[in-house]
């Protein structure tokens, strides 16, 4: 993580550190020392989960740096599951992390309200497991070409459960709308009560 990290919300990133256990002062928007700390702990315990797990290509190391803690370590044991598990030729790469709710919120709008199509998400601000720190999506890609549709995605989801990642959770699963390039940590709360925590700077991870 970076100052330039969220730098244009610093009340969403100091939710997410104290969340985190590691920003201890009360969420008013001011980058001071304590959150400068805080970061600078999120950054070692970040490098110490990389070291630990392993490290892949730039665009996944951008996402998963973007992520609570706990993801990240869920994260990159993903990856390892899945690397070269796939066949040759295949990788699998985090293309989203975390978002801001101001970012979810152009997510949105993308389809809707004259905006040109297609529709990415049903989830406003605030109602997505994105904007919480604790869900990604994965690309899968063929000597480098994005293979946005294909079966492999399920391939993935077996081998990565198979893992035993505890708390891991497949958007492929749902009952409803299925989702197959994304994946959360459990929480056992509604999404509600979820954002609730968040924001108050309180622990929402099982």
Known sequence: MSNALFADDVIF?????????????IIDGDWGPNTDAAVTAFETRSAQ???????????????????????QEAARAFLR???GALGAN?????????RTYAEQDVLFRKGRFGNPPPRVTNARGGQSNHNF????????????AYLPESPL???????????GIIGLEW??????????????????????EVRER???GQSYIT
Do not use: C, M
């Open 13 to 25: 990133l100091q939710r997410l550190l104290k969340s985190a256990g590691l920003y201890t002062d």
């Open 49 to 71: 989960i990389a070291a630990t797990l392993g490290t892949f290509d730039p665009r996944t190391e951008k996402n998963i740096q973007t992520l609570h803690l706990r993801a």
């Open 81 to 83: 599951a899945v690397d």
């Open 90 to 98: 295949i990788t699998v790469r985090i293309i989203s992390g975390t």
């Open 133 to 144: 720190g604790i869900a990604w999506d994965i690309g899968v890609f063929r000597s480098g």
């Open 153 to 163: 995605y399920n391939t993935a989801a077996t081998v990565g459960l198979a893992a």
């Open 171 to 192: 958007g492929g699963n749902w009952t409803g709308f299925q989702d197959r390039p994304h994946y959360q940590l459990a929480t056992n709360l509604s999404i509600t």
């Open 198 to 200: 968040f924001e108050r």
